[in-house]
């Protein structure tokens, strides 16, 4: 994939950095059913494009996932957030976007992208943006990131995409008949690709990580929201690309074909 307007990367923010890498590190790696090239915590979560696992600090993002989105203009998108009531924010150098509900997201610029971004890293991994209202949620980013909103049409978590370049950057969505998710404000929730998910939720069980929402079957993907031995919220997912084709969203245009709005990704 290229450097387009989409994910490009994810941060994990911890009271406990080492002991959070060591954990996903665990879990993404071959007891997932995949194949890394290297056991080192630090290169097996690059290689699932995480660019970073830092200590939660006053005055930066609270413990949880951030993702790192690529925008096609900057300074742009700075101006709409804060047009927005929200802010920017320098943290450690990295640049982020502060929503007007305190929500943190990594921003940075395609062509000019950091050396610790991977965009080819991130694979099948994505993100939701959890709100009570996530077609309001998918108009107002798209808005702010000079993208467009696609709402699926019948979804029951209102789930829809922001779309840069004809490719979901990332979703919105409600849970809208999930009374367990431990999510009470707005907040990011990153969805990592696994080969084997009922596997991999018995993994994690036996460790501490909790379970907001058990294995769940849509008509394009089956996933699943846990919370790590630390608090932090986080889901796994398997996609069904080619199921996606037959669904029908609503755009700017109007009413289409999820494939006529939307380029699918290879599987």
């Not at 923010?13 to 056991?39: K, V």
């Not at 084709?245 to 380029?263: N, W």
């Amino acid at each position: 994939m290229s450097a387009t307007r989409r994910l490009v990367g994810m941060e994990l923010f911890s009271e406990r950095p080492g002991d959070s890498a060591a954990f996903y590190a665990w879990l993404l790696g071959p007891g997932s059913g995949h194949d890394p090239q290297d056991w080192n915590p630090v290169s097996l979560l690059f290689s699932h494009g995480v660019c970073g696992v830092w200590r939660s600090s006053v005055g930066g993002p609270p413990p949880g996932w951030v993702p790192v989105l690529s925008v096609d203009d900057l300074a742009e998108s700075v101006r709409r957030m804060e047009a927005a009531g929200g802010r920017v924010a320098t943290h450690e150098g990295r640049t982020y976007l502060v929503n007007a509900d305190g929500v943190w997201t990594r921003v940075v610029e395609q062509g000019r992208l950091p050396l610790d971004v991977d965009p080819e890293a991130v694979g099948e991994t994505n993100a939701d943006y959890y709100d009570l209202d996530a077609p309001a949620r998918a108009r107002e980013w798209a808005e702010i990131l000079l993208m467009e909103p696609v709402e699926l049409i019948g979804d029951v978590d209102e789930l829809c995409f922001v779309v840069g370049d004809r490719q979901p950057a990332f979703g919105t969505v409600t849970y809208v008949d999930e009374p367990l998710v431990p999510i009470l404000r707005p907040a990011w929730v990153v969805y990592f690709a696994v080969p084997d998910l009922p596997d991999v939720v018995q993994r994690a069980s036996g460790v501490g990580t909790g379970v907001a929402i058990p294995p769940s079957h849509e008509v394009y993907n089956d996933w699943c929201v846990l919370v790590d031995p630390f608090g932090v919220t986080f889901g796994l997912s398997i996609y069904y690309h080619h199921l996606l084709s037959d669904l029908r969203v609503i755009t700017p245009r109007g009413e289409e074909a999820f494939a006529d709005a939307v380029d699918l990704p290879s599987e």
